[in-house]
């Protein structure tokens, strides 16, 4: 029991490790933003459709930098859109969530 036990979280860590290494803004974005964008930033979480929030790919940087720095406050056929400024949370992994939205497909 042991054994496989060992085996199974050897296996588990090898699967894992490479995945957190390379993806940082992955998993900033997914920590900080995932509730209303979805971890794949199409949007389709509760909030997202609550607030009719349309996928994030396709966009320029200085559009992605703009409403991370100043949060983002809309309409859309009469629901109102609304992200706080978010430049402050993300601190170090800035960079990395912006390079992982421009990423984004
Ligand atoms: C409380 C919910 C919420 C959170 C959390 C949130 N957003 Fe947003 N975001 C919105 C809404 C609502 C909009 C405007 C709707 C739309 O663009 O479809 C928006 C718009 C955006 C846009 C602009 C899209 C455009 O068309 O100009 C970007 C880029 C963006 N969010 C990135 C992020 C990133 C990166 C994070 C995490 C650091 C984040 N958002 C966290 C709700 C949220």
Known sequence: MRKIT???????LF???PGIAAADGAAAFKKNCATCHGADGKGETAMGKKM???PLAGLAEDKIKAAI???VKREKDGVKQEMKPMKDKLGA???AVVAFVKGLK
């Open 6 to 12: 060992l085996a199974l979280c050897a296996a588990g």
């Open 93 to 95: 992994d800035y960079d």
């Open 15 to 17: 699967v894992l490790a």
């Open 69 to 71: 720095d100043g949060g």
């Open 52 to 54: 009719k929030i349309a």
